[in-house]
């Protein structure tokens, strides 16, 4: 699940690609709370490093000599995290809770989702040196894993988001958008879910030209990664070259797909605008509620219980 505030009806790009994975990962399973309802968040945060590490395995199947420096690693950048962001978590939960009761506009709606942005943009570029520690530990069969994992990752976008009937994948992607609505508002109501079906199926997602840009990532992942692999770079080298990857990761050199993604974002503002509108005083007591609680979990983690 995601976090319930981000209502992504369908991945812009799908995770997987190298060293961003690698950063994806730590980054969203160190916010906990953008992954688990309320209840788990503790349990899951305090186990993110080994969670983290299992995630990054089955992309890279790390060596019995990689494993103990990928956990420091990890473990360095979660208790940064813990020190660090999560009281900025806090911060950022209250002002969301001032602006849920009231009705929302596509401003406000952009503002909370670049503040998710900005969040894991910071643990992305925080965990830039844990990647350049160990992208130079990898061998080129490593490499070799990582390509077949893309192949396998296309396969399940496709599946999930172009192989099918218009119809069908538009459900596909109501019932996820629902979902994850709920764990924000509570049960929504046949009007709310009329909201939500209605935008999707006028969203200007278009599933071929994200699964063109995840392709180029990947590309660009693998060739990134190559000059670096079986001790090829020092850490000192392995960073700028990490850290320009992630840029051209997070801002594509393909001004078409930057355009597109522009009008996406903008889209899902006001997807999430006209949902939340649409809902009643009590699902948007609940909403706020929900939030407390995030924030409460957040205050225990950070003080390290």
């Given at each position: 699940?995601?976090?319930?505030?981000?209502?992504?009806?369908?991945?812009?790009?799908?995770?997987?690609?190298?060293?961003?994975?690698?950063?994806?990962?730590?980054?969203?399973?160190?916010?906990?709370?953008?992954?688990?309802?309320?209840?788990?968040?503790?349990?899951?945060?305090?186990?993110?490093?080994?969670?983290?590490?299992?995630?990054?395995?089955?992309?890279?199947?790390?060596?019995?000599?990689?494993?103990?420096?990928?956990?420091?690693?990890?473990?360095?950048?979660?208790?940064?995290?813990?020190?660090?962001?999560l009281?900025?978590?806090?911060?950022?939960?209250?002002?969301?809770?001032?602006?849920?009761?009231?009705?929302?506009?596509?401003?406000?709606?952009?503002?909370?989702?670049?503040?998710?942005?900005?969040?894991?943009?910071?643990?992305?570029?925080?965990?830039v040196?844990?990647?350049?520690?160990?992208?130079?530990?990898?061998?080129?069969?490593?490499?070799?894993?990582?390509?077949?994992?893309?192949?396998?990752?296309?396969?399940?976008?496709?599946?999930?988001?172009?192989?099918?009937?218009?119809?069908?994948?538009?459900?596909?992607?109501?019932?996820?958008?629902?979902?994850?609505?709920?764990?924000?508002?509570?049960?929504?109501?046949?009007?709310?879910?009329?909201?939500?079906?209605?935008?999707?199926?006028?969203?200007?997602?278009?599933?071929?030209?994200?699964?063109?840009?995840?392709?180029?990532?990947?590309?660009?992942?693998?060739?990134?990664?190559?000059p670096?692999?079986?001790?090829?770079?020092?850490?000192?080298?392995?960073?700028?070259?990490?850290?320009?990857?992630?840029?051209?990761?997070?801002?594509?050199?393909?001004?078409?797909?930057?355009?597109?993604?522009?009008?996406?974002?903008?889209?899902?503002?006001?997807?999430?605008?006209a949902?939340?509108?649409?809902?009643?005083?009590?699902?948007?007591?609940?909403?706020?509620?929900?939030?407390?609680?995030?924030?409460q979990?957040?205050a225990?983690?950070a003080?390290g219980?």
């Amino acid at each position: 699940m995601k976090f319930p505030v981000n209502f992504q009806f369908a991945r812009r790009v799908p995770s997987g690609t190298g060293t961003r994975r690698f950063l994806q990962i730590i980054g969203v399973l160190l916010v906990a709370g953008t992954l688990l309802a309320c209840s788990a968040i503790k349990i899951a945060y305090n186990q993110a490093t080994e969670l983290a590490y299992w995630q990054l395995h089955g992309y890279f199947d790390f060596d019995s000599t990689q494993s103990p420096k990928v956990r420091e690693e990890l473990a360095r950048v979660h208790q940064w995290h813990r020190q660090t962001q999560l009281p900025v978590y806090i911060e950022t939960l209250g002002k969301w809770q001032a602006l849920l009761p009231g009705e929302l506009d596509e401003a406000q709606a952009c503002g909370i989702f670049d503040e998710v942005r900005s969040r894991l943009q910071a643990i992305s570029d925080r965990a830039v040196p844990a990647a350049g520690a160990v992208v130079g530990t990898l061998g080129h069969e490593q490499l070799k894993a990582l390509k077949q994992k893309f192949s396998e990752l296309n396969a399940d976008y496709r599946s999930d988001f172009l192989d099918g009937k218009p119809h069908a994948l538009i459900e596909k992607r109501f019932k996820k958008a629902v979902s994850r609505a709920e764990m924000l508002y509570g049960r929504l109501e046949e009007k709310q879910q009329a909201v939500l079906r209605e935008r999707i199926r006028h969203s200007v997602f278009d599933a071929t030209i994200s699964l063109a840009e995840f392709q180029r990532r990947q590309r660009d992942a693998l060739q990134s990664l190559a000059p670096l692999i079986a001790g090829q770079a020092s850490q000192e080298k392995a960073r700028p070259a990490v850290q320009a990857y992630l840029e051209r990761a997070a801002n594509s050199p393909d001004p078409a797909y930057r355009r597109y993604q522009e009008r996406l974002n903008r889209d899902n503002c006001k997807t999430f605008a006209a949902l939340h509108n649409s809902t009643t005083a009590a699902q948007r007591t609940k909403a706020v509620q929900t939030l407390q609680d995030y924030a409460q979990d957040f205050a225990i983690l950070a003080a390290g219980h």
